[in-house]
């Protein structure tokens, strides 16, 4: 005695929820993308890229968990006749290149220019400041 229990879904139904279910797919697979894409331009895109001449005034190893390089320098827009910066702005930066780390620890206290990119914004494990030094040369 085996009978079949007719459906009692009518086609619509089953038609709409198929068109639901494609719609939430694509909408769902627009949202990833939008999202990487934003991330990338936040945090990866580079923004600009340039050099920056200054006194480096300091260099240290900081962060609670997660220890990044970050670095100080003295822009000076006016000197005074014995080489004293009397108008002056500070460039944070962080070095994320490992070789660079001991020439920055001994350049302290010497004019130095860096070549620099910048971020739209910093991650917390790649340092404080969207400007990452990837080169560092002693001016002379």
Do not use: C
Request: aromatic share 16%.
């Amino acid at each position: 005695m085996n009978q079949s229990i007719p459906s009692t879904k009518s086609p619509f139904w089953t038609g709409l929820v198929r068109m639901t279910k494609k719609v939430l797919k694509w909408f769902l697979f627009l949202i990833v993308i939008i999202g990487t894409i934003f991330i990338y331009w936040k945090y990866f895109y580079t923004y600009s890229e340039g050099y920056r001449a200054g006194l480096l005034q300091k260099f240290s190893h900081k962060g609670a968990i997660f220890k990044t390089y970050e670095g100080e320098i003295i822009l000076s827009s006016v000197s005074s006749n014995r080489d004293v910066a009397i108008a002056s702005e500070k460039f944070l930066f962080t070095v994320t290149n490992k070789s660079l780390i001991r020439q920055f620890d001994t350049l302290q206290g010497q004019p130095v220019i860096v070549h620099y990119r910048q971020k739209n914004a910093p991650l917390f494990w790649r340092g404080d400041s969207p400007y990452l030094v990837d080169s560092v040369k002693v001016r002379r």
